[in-house]
């Protein structure tokens, strides 16, 4: 559960506003899990996303962590992600100050217009080299449920969570992904293997899925065993995951993932 602005230690909100101006009212954000606090901050000098995250005890936690990785990537991705405004650490404390961006989430139902802007920024991030400072690999996520993992290991720049709500497009029809907190180095086709129960999840079928993730050359390239071997391996710690946590997007997710996996083994045979 998120805390509210409040919440936050009087001097970190003083550094903030310091940054972002005067704060006239906020915004809770209604989505998203990777920060303590996330909000949209009202100030003369215009919006604001703030996003911040309490260390733990002895270290950074999960939440920094992904704030750390956030506020790393940000200059290299310039082009597709709100720009970073700053930056800002005090105590246990780290928050980041977001350009924010008034748009509507995509929408990624068959049909939609709005696949073929996912589809130009599945092509812009798999064009942008993988900076060095990108050092998490994607992998490892499933080393616990897979005997090897190496047919994903690369060198290709992943956002990792190309969801609806992370795909923000405005009225002028421009795209931006939002919320870099697992960005990754790994296979690019792994990228769009994330992505597919998404699809599921917009009314797609695992065959129509499949199709349109086709017009991308990392796919098609891609040998099928390894597809299949991420896909086995996403559903099982999918599975696990939902054992231990019981929202029901987890359960959703875990039932999107199966699926999935259930048709590339069907269509194996």
Partial sequence: M???WTDLPEELRIEIEAKAGPI??????????????????????????????????????????????????NPYVSEMAPRLRFQVEVGEWVALGFEHITGRRADFTPGSPDLAVLAKTIQSIQGTPCPDVVRMVVERRWQSVAKDVSPMSGSALLHTDLNEDNLIITLEGRAYVVDWAFVSRGQAWVELGLLTPWLLKAGHSPREADEWVSQFGS??????????????????????HSQTNSADWVAEHAALTKQWADYRLEAGK
């Avoid at 796919?219 to 696990?240: G, I, M, Q, Y």
């Fill in 219 to 240: 796919w098609t390239d891609a040998k099928p065993p390894h597809v299949d071997l991420f896909s086995t391996a996403l559903a099982e710690r999918w599975r696990t």
């Fill in 2 to 4: 998120r805390s509210d």
């Fill in 24 to 73: 006239s009212s906020i915004d809770p954000a209604p989505t998203g899990n990777h920060a303590d606090i996330a909000s949209t901050l009202h100030s003369p000098e215009g919006l604001t996303f703030v996003k911040a995250a309490r260390k733990l005890a002895d270290r950074d936690g999960p939440e920094v962590m992904s704030l750390r990785r956030e506020a790393a990537v």
